[in-house]
Structures are given as C-alpha cells and as structure tokens.
C-alpha cells in the first residue's frame, strides 16, 4: 500500500469495524444517527453511516469515532485496530504490525526497557495506570474486610464469632495499608501538580485529613 493510499483504507478499516459492531448491536443506521444526535453529534446523520460503510465517505473525524464507539458500546480502540480478525495491520504507512502491538503502541502499553522520563506523556499515563491498581487493590481488600466483619457478627457461635473476628482484624489490617498507600500515592501525584481520579464513594475517606491520634496531639 502506498503513503497516499493509507488514509483511505485506514478510514475503510473503520467502515467495515463500524458496521460489523452495529449488526452485532442490533442497531439501525438511522437509530445510530440518531444514538450521535443525542449524544451531541447531530451533523453525523443516517446518509453519513451509509457513505461511510459504502465506502463514499473516506474520512472519519475522532469526535465521531469517540461518540460512534459509544453509541455501539464497543472500546473506540477496537474500532481502529482489527483485533480478533487480523494477525496484522499497517498502524502507519508502510508499517505493518501485529494488531495487538498497534493497540498497544495506540494506548501507551508498549513494555519499555526502563521506566519512561518523568514528565513524559507516558509516564503519567503509567501513574495513573499504577493508580488504577491502588484502587483496585483497595476496593477489594476494603469489601472483603468489611464482608469478614458481616460474617462475625451474624454468627451466633460464639467460638466461631471469635475466629471470625481474628480474621476480620486481619483483613481489615490488610485494607488499612492498601489504602494509606493509595493515600501517600494520590499525595505524590498532587505534588506533581497531577489531578488523581475521583474514588468510589466506598474508598472517599481516603482523601479525608487524617486524625491525630493522642499521642501526636500531645507532642
């Protein structure tokens, strides 16, 4: 394929992901030009959808791969890059890859040899990513604690209760320090003039000051 060639097939590649993810959705043209309306796309109408799968349309703007994408409920990434049907594909003129190192390459994945510059573009994706994980760690350490802690105190025997409680204590130790981490982390990133995510409502207290204890109200 030739460099002039390449945005048009690119926009073809599209085309075909587009219309394969409408089938699958079970959605119209029309009612797709209608999902872009609402969500504030309206010059996206139903003659632009047939254009674009009959391959009369060659360019396609990233507003309305962004809002197509949610209207078919599919990842946009997806749209872009063949995964699951080619092994291959030219991510750029002339370069021909497998389709998962496109995505890759596309979302800020690719595995580097050392950590990325600080500052870059890719090592604040890999903070927030790293960030992404806390979250999860906590969410999961949290929920299970506080389930240990349910179970305790429906038991009705007594030795099983006291069991229990030890490993609720245990649990509840591990969902403390998952979540100071997460804590001194959102820290680091706001000293870096970054903006973490919102919490879950379950993981707010995270972002709360902490309180002194007695002994540090007395020093």
């Known amino acids: ?25 079970g959605l119209t043209m029309a009612e797709v030009a209608q999902g872009c309306a609402d969500r504030g796309l309206p010059e996206f109408t139903e003659h632009s959808m047939k254009n674009l799968e009959s391959g009369r349309k060659t ?6 791969v962004v809002v ?17 049907s080619s092994a291959t594909v030219e991510a750029l003129p002339g370069r021909e890859v497998s389709t998962w190192d496109a995505v890759a390459w596309f979302t800020g994945e690719t595995p580097l040899a050392e950590p ?9 994706l890999d903070l927030f990513r790293q960030h992404g994980d806390l979250v999860a760690a906590a969410m999961s350490s949290h929920a299970l604690a506080r389930e240990r802690r349910r179970s305790a105190s429906t038991t009705l025997d007594r030795a099983r ?17 998952d979540c100071q981490e997460l ?5 680091r990133m706001r000293d870096r003039d970054l903006a973490p995510p919102s919490l879950p409502d ?18």
């Open 116 to 124: 990325a510059p600080e500052g870059s573009a890719r090592d604040i």
């Open 202 to 219: 379950e993981l707010a207290f995270v972002d709360q000051p902490e309180t002194p204890t007695p002994s540090e109200d007395s020093e």
């Open 59 to 64: 360019s396609i703007t990233v507003a309305e």
């Open 1 to 25: 394929m030739t460099p002039d060639q390449w945005p048009t097939a690119f926009t073809g590649r599209i085309a075909r992901r587009l219309r394969d993810s409408r089938k699958a959705a």
């Open 161 to 177: 209760r006291a069991t229990l409680l030890q490993r609720a204590e245990g649990y509840e130790e591990h969902a403390f320090e």
């Open 183 to 187: 804590r001194t982390f959102r820290g």
């Open 68 to 84: 197509l994408a949610d209207v078919l409920g599919v990842p946009p990434v997806t749209l872009l890059f063949p995964l699951g």
